[in-house]
């Protein structure tokens, strides 16, 4: 059994991370959140030490390395987008494993400075790229490897979580701290991309606002127009007033259908992480790279073929 901290206690994501923790026969220890929301605690991990202050739970994390049987043995950062470098860095300081939400970082740049904290320290940073593991994802990837080495697939993607006016208010509608809509609900995307279709060759924005973007990406196999929005306006006719959340990846043709199996996914990462199978920072920087880009480029006219009709209803 090994000993963990969790950050971001409060959070929409944090119970999945309780729940893996607990899942793979661990032990939360002691958790962190400026929020005191927390009363999910009570049944996952109720005797857990919790805090509001950092410098309290730092100092707290300091002490339990006076007793072996209680010095923490990973750390899990699920505080919002800006602070996760600072704080891996920290449970990389107190000598922890790291296990971190997406986006990792906003920048390959920081992937670079937690290499050298990785160094200093000794330790590992491994972050939750879920995806990988769907059954579905994996299907598709063994299915693009046997193809032809030009063959290129078309692909669509559209992903339209609606969100309501919370949002705007939260850390999540202000771009310094979420870094912009498609890195926030889209890394992922971008990640299982790459897993699947291999190396990007080229990253063009055609449409970016706060609530939404658009754009196209070509990868070793694929031709992939996307976007993303959290605009409920931007659900087709046939979602509206049904459903809040559409989701498609059509390629050539063909629906890619992974709606079922993503609840036990993250126990699934922190097994692999466990068993020294986790991704990395080198594993993690592609689809930063690809975010940093969509992130600061400027939006262009989307060439015939190119645009997604959902960006290009947009910018006429």
């Not at 658009?214 to 694929?222: D, F, M, S």
Request: some cysteine; glycine content about 8%; hydrophobic content about 40%.
């Amino acid at each position: 059994m090994k000993n963990f901290a969790l950050i971001g206690a409060a959070g929409y994501i944090a119970p999945r991370h309780m729940r893996a923790i607990k899942d793979t026969g661990n032990r939360l220890s002691t958790a962190y959140d400026v929020n005191d929301s927390v009363g999910i605690i009570d049944s996952l991990a109720p005797d857990a030490d919790f805090f509001t202050d950092f410098e309290r739970f730092y100092e707290h994390a300091q002490t339990l390395k006076r007793a072996p049987a209680q010095a923490l043995d990973y750390v899990a950062v699920c505080s919002p987008n800006h602070l996760h470098h600072a704080h891996i860095a920290a449970g990389l300081r107190l000598g922890c494993t790291v296990i971190c939400e997406k986006p990792l970082v906003p920048t390959p740049g920081l992937i670079d400075e937690l290499a050298l904290v990785e160094k200093e320290t000794g330790q590992r940073v491994y972050n939750i790229l879920q995806l990988r593991h769907h059954d579905a994802i994996v299907r598709l990837r063994d299915k693009v490897a046997s193809t032809t080495q030009s063959t290129k697939f078309d692909v669509t993607l559209t992903y339209i979580t609606s969100r309501g006016k919370w949002y705007a208010a939260s850390w999540k509608g202000d771009p310094s701290k979420s870094f912009g809509v498609a890195t926030n609900i889209g890394v992922h995307f971008f990640d299982m991309l790459h897993f699947v279709f291999g190396a990007l060759q080229r990253n063009v924005v055609h449409y970016s606002q706060a609530d939404k973007a658009g754009g196209y990406l070509e990868y070793e196999h694929a031709r992939v127009r996307w976007f993303l929005s959290i605009d409920v306006n931007d659900l087709p006719d046939e979602a509206k007033g049904k459903k809040t959340t559409f989701r498609s990846i059509d390629i050539s043709g063909e629906q890619l259908e992974f709606s079922d199996g993503f609840t036990d996914l993250h126990t699934v990462s922190y097994q692999e992480v466990m068993a020294g199978r986790g991704y990395g920072l080198e594993n993690a920087r592609h689809c930063i790279e690809t975010v940093n880009v969509i992130r600061t480029a400027q939006p262009m006219p989307g060439a015939a073929g190119e645009i997604h009709p959902y960006a290009a209803r947009l910018v006429k």
